[in-house]
T-cell receptor, first 115, second 112 residues
Framework: GAVVSQHPSRVICKSGTSVKIECRSL??????MFWYRQFPKQSLMLMAT?????????EQGVEKDKFLINHASLTLSTLTVTSAHPEDSSFYIC???????????FGPGTRLTVL | GENVEQHPSTLSVQEGDSAVIKCTYS??????FPWYKQELGKRPQLIID?????GEKKDQRIAVTLNKTAKHFSLHITETQPEDSAVYFC???????????FGTGTKLQVIP
C-alpha cells in the first residue's frame, strides 16, 4: 500500500522559533498533499491543500504567513510553523493522494510542543 | 462548504456485539465517503470507503451503507473485538484531489 512518512515525529521548541515538518510519499507520486492539525480528543482540522509546483490553498482562519507550505516535488511537502507560540502546540498530520485516486494516505504525525 | 456530523461521540459495546456509527453530510456533490480508524497518538488508517454509485460495501466484519437521498452513511462493525477499540472518523469528499471533510469522531470502547 501507499506509504507516507513524516519527520520529525516529535519536536519541542522555544516560543518564537520556527519549526519545519517534512511529509514524504515513499512509493507513489503525490499530486496533492494535505496538512491537518489535531488537538487532543478532537477531529482533524484541515489547514491547507498543497499541489506540486503551485501555491497552497489555505482554509479559512489559517494564517498563510505563519504556516508556510512548500510542495516542491511530487514526493515532498513541508510545513513551517514560523514564530511558534504555545497555542501552536498540537499534532500535525499530513496526507497525500496519488494520481487517479480519491484515497488519502496519512503520515504518522508530528507532535509539536512549544514552550 | 461541506459539513459532516457524526454520532454518537462515544460508544461502549460488549465484545461480540455490533457497533453502528452514523454520519450525515450536507453537500449533495460529495461522492466519496471514507472511514478512518485512529488509535491514540497514531495516524488515521483507512478501513473502508464507499462511493456514491454504491449503496453498500462490506469487508469481513465491517460494512458501510450510504443513503444519498437522505445524505446519511453508516459504519457497521459486527462481532466486535477489543482491538476494535479506537476513535473512528467518517468523512466526505467530492472526490479526485479535493479535500476531505471529517466528522467529529466516535470513541469506540469494546469491553472484554
Amino acid at each position: 500500500g501507499a506509504v507516507v512518512s513524516q519527520h520529525p515525529s516529535r519536536v519541542i521548541c522555544k516560543s518564537g522559533t520556527s519549526v519545519k515538518i517534512e511529509c514524504r510519499s515513499l512509493d507513489f507520486q503525490a499530486t496533492t498533499m494535505f496538512w491537518y492539525r489535531q488537538f487532543p480528543k478532537q477531529s482533524l482540522m484541515l489547514m491547507a491543500t498543497s499541489n506540486e509546483g503551485s501555491k497552497a490553498t489555505y482554509e479559512q482562519g489559517v494564517e498563510k504567513d505563519k504556516f508556510l507550505i512548500n510542495h516542491a516535488s511530487l514526493t515532498l511537502s513541508t510545513l513551517t510553523v514560523t514564530s511558534a507560540h504555545p497555542e501552536d502546540s498540537s499534532f500535525y498530520i499530513c496526507s497525500a493522494t496519488g494520481q487517479g485516486t480519491d484515497t488519502q494516505y496519512f503520515g504518522p504525525g508530528t507532535r509539536l510542543t512549544v514552550l | 462548504g461541506e459539513n459532516v456530523e457524526q454520532h454518537p461521540s462515544t460508544l461502549s459495546v460488549q465484545e461480540g456485539d455490533s457497533a453502528v456509527i452514523k454520519c450525515t453530510y450536507s453537500d449533495s456533490a460529495s461522492n466519496y465517503f471514507p472511514w478512518y480508524k485512529q488509535e491514540l497518538g497514531k495516524r488515521p488508517q483507512l478501513i473502508i470507503d464507499i462511493r456514491s454509485n454504491v449503496g453498500e460495501k462490506k469487508d469481513q466484519r465491517i460494512a458501510v451503507t450510504l443513503n444519498k437521498t437522505a445524505k446519511h452513511f453508516s459504519l457497521h462493525i459486527t462481532e466486535t473485538q477489543p482491538e476494535d477499540s479506537a476513535v473512528y472518523f467518517c468523512a466526505a469528499s467530492t472526490g479526485g484531489y479535493q479535500k476531505v471533510t471529517f466528522g467529529t469522531g466516535t470513541k469506540l470502547q469494546v469491553i472484554p
